[in-house]
């Protein structure tokens, strides 16, 4: 939601607004996040819903600029012009015209920052500094079949989860940008 948002306002106003936060968002995405992550991860004691804040402190970026270009795309066509002449209040032309048309693209590229989120907390967990010992989880599963040799159907079963988990991801993702793709037909 931050990231839609904050697209939202920077492609629907543009000038000094869009320049201001693309700047902002050019220095915040430019921090390295796993080294952030595992120092944050080491000085709190990590629970899910740290783990969680932590990643949405990264994670809102990558949909700033999907959503960004389809508001700074569509902010002129011809029904935002007259919604604006019939006096709509920006607000409402940005949520009720622009958004529907701008989430496909956002959510075509949702699926892809979710997994990278799976895939960051699963590092996480391999190397440590995740969930506490003992937490079920798949870098622990991983990290178990690291330290068991002797027993690989540990690390296969963790490679095999996450693997089918990512790629359904994936599928389910596209199947829910084509059902609320407005201008998709079905016959």
Known sequence: MIGVTAGAVQGFFGGWVDLIFQRFIEI???LPRLYIL?????????GFF????????????????VVRAEFLRARNFEYVNAARALGLSNGKIMTRHIL???????????PFI????????????FLGFGLPPGSPSLGEMLLQGKSNLQAPWLGLTGFVVIALMLSLLIFIGEAVRDAFDPRKTFA
């Open 114 to 125: 979710l997994n990278g989120s799976i895939t960051t907390l699963t590092s996480l967990d």
């Open 50 to 65: 740290v783990l969680l804040g932590i990643l949405l402190l990264f994670s809102w970026v990558a949909l700033v600029g």
């Open 38 to 46: 595992i120092i944050i991860a080491a000085v709190i004691t990590p």
């Open 100 to 110: 529907p048309n701008a989430m496909v693209a956002t959510l075509t590229f949702l």
């Open 28 to 30: 915040w995405s430019s």
